[in-house]
């Protein structure tokens, strides 16, 4: 279950299971293939956990990444370090965009 950071399971879970009798079901129908956590508080089935990847930071930190490699490579190329390997004259799209060429 995918839940927002304010999610209270203690409050939020029961009324999630109110408003879906089919959840319930399922429940029932799977705490007879499953054992409680063992870190579970007693009387709860489930346990708290720490999050250990999160698709949408990893991301975010590969789009930044290849902003900054673009723009290390723009750069290099405007002091005159080349940084392309296209074989070209090291002009590109900003190049063009500046006037330079």
Partial sequence: METVDEFEP???FPRHMEMSPRCVEWGDLMRGYQVPAPEARAGDWWADMD???DLETQHRHMVQNERDQHRHMVQSKRD??????DGEDGGDIDDAASGRS
């Fill in 10 to 12: 203690a409050l939020d």
């Fill in 51 to 53: 999050e250990v990847f």
């Fill in 80 to 85: 005159g370090g080349g940084g392309g390997d």
